[in-house]
Each structure stands twice: as structure tokens, then as C-alpha cells.
T-cell receptor, first 111, second 113 residues
Framework: DAKTTQPPSMDCAEGRAANLPCNHSTISGNEYVYWYRQIHSQGPQYIIHGLKNNETNEMASLIITEDRKSSTLILPHATLRDTAVYYCIVRVTGANSKLTFGKGITLSVRP | GAVVSQHPSRVICKSGTSVKIECRSLDFQATTMFWYRQFPKKSLMLMATSNEGSKATYEQGVEKDKFLINHASLTLSTLTVTSAHPEDSSFYIC?????????FGPGTRLLVL
């Protein structure tokens, strides 16, 4: 699977949008971009995934650049409970594929 | 939907004993389940992939005789840490795949004294 790079940390104010960047310049055409988050001492939580089109669900929006070399996860109205480590992972689909976690980005939402 | 449970949530055991951790997919069937381990302030490390009805595939460096994995049904996988030692103390997290998305359990914190 291709690697991703994320800044180690960022913060944002409660109620504002949090834009979390991810670079995946070596992504292959059949690799999806997945985002998970891990709140302290819990298992990772699935957020969203996409291939090339922008995606939105009740938790977040995923914006993927046209060349697919980077993406941004957007939390439209961050709350204190969104403080977590966010992982951007690229993964091929298929029976033998698996998620490989990097270091992620620590998002701190301040009051 | 797509809920994964683990039991127990935490366990303390004596060195040399064995500990079994259960992972269940509650509202879906999972042909493939995964086991991860996470040390403090580190990222998740994949230990093994288990497919229902067949032997697990272990990642490099993970001892298959120490970490026994059984995936006997489409909703249950178990990880047994045999002859546990203090260095096995960690946060163990299972994951089950539903279609193309992996969902994770809440984790089991193991402390070996």
C-alpha cells in the first residue's frame, strides 16, 4: 500500500471547521483513501473513504484532489469530542488488503 | 450498523498464564478479521489476519505459537496470548471487515504482572 504523510498535530477552535490534510503522492489508481480516528484509549472509528470523487457523510467531508495525490478531511463544526488522532490511510480493495496505520495527526479542539 | 465488540475490555494476569480475547461482529458477518496491538503513544501494528475456517496469516515478527488466533465462525475470532510475559502488556484491538471497510472493536487492555 502507498504511504501517506500527515502533519503531526494541529488545533482548531470549537465550532469552527477543522481541515486535516494528507499527502499520498504515490497512490495507485485502485487505492482508496480512508480516514479513521482514535480517541484516547479506544479503538479506531471509521470516518469516511473515497476513491476520486469528493464524499460527504454525517461525520465529515473528504476532498480528494484531481490528481489524487492529496486529500483533506473536513469536520465542519468541530467539538471538544473531536479531539483525537486522525489517520489517513490508502488501501487497495480486495480480499487480501489490510489497513496499515501511520502516525496520524493529533487534532486538538480548544474551547 | 457495523458494530464490533471485544471481551474483556481489560485483563490483568500473572506471568506465565494464558489469556483469551474475544472479538465479535454484532450485526454483520465477517469473513476476515484482523488483530492489532498498540503500545503507549505508538500507532496500531497489525499482528495477523484471520479468515473464517482457515489458518491466520501472521505479520513478520509475530510469533504464531504465542498468539493463537481462531476464527471459527463468521462473527467470532479469538486471540489467545499464551504464556504471557510483562512485555506482552499492551492494548489489543480487533477489526472486522464488512464489504470494503474495516470496523474496529473498543480494544482490550492487557497487563501482565
Amino acid at each position: 500500500d502507498a504511504k501517506t504523510t500527515q502533519p503531526p498535530s494541529m488545533d482548531c477552535a470549537e465550532g469552527r471547521a477543522a481541515n486535516l490534510p494528507c499527502n499520498h503522492s504515490t497512490i495507485s489508481g485502485n487505492e482508496y483513501v480512508y480516514w479513521y480516528r482514535q480517541i484516547h484509549s479506544q479503538g479506531p472509528q471509521y470516518i469516511i473513504h473515497g476513491l476520486k470523487n469528493n464524499e460527504t457523510n454525517e461525520m465529515a467531508s473528504l476532498i480528494i484532489t484531481e490528481d489524487r495525490k492529496s486529500s483533506t478531511l473536513i469536520l465542519p463544526h468541530a467539538t471538544l469530542r473531536d479531539t483525537a488522532v486522525y489517520y489517513c490511510i490508502v488501501r487497495v480493495t480486495g480480499a487480501n488488503s489490510k489497513l496499515t496505520f501511520g502516525k496520524g495527526i493529533t487534532l486538538s479542539v480548544r474551547p | 450498523g457495523a458494530v464490533v465488540s471485544q471481551h474483556p475490555s481489560r485483563v490483568i494476569c500473572k506471568s506465565g498464564t494464558s489469556v483469551k480475547i474475544e472479538c465479535r461482529s454484532l450485526d454483520f458477518q465477517a469473513t476476515t478479521m484482523f488483530w492489532y496491538r498498540q503500545f503507549p503513544k505508538k500507532s496500531l501494528m497489525l499482528m495477523a489476519t484471520s479468515n473464517e475456517g482457515s489458518k491466520a496469516t501472521y505479520e513478520q515478527g509475530v510469533e504464531k505459537d504465542k498468539f493463537l488466533i481462531n476464527h471459527a465462525s463468521l462473527t467470532l475470532s479469538t486471540l489467545t496470548v499464551t504464556s504471557a510475559h510483562p512485555e506482552d502488556s499492551s492494548f489489543y484491538i480487533c477489526s472486522a471487515r464488512s464489504r470494503e471497510t474495516q470496523y474496529f472493536g473498543p480494544g482490550t487492555r492487557l497487563l501482565v504482572l
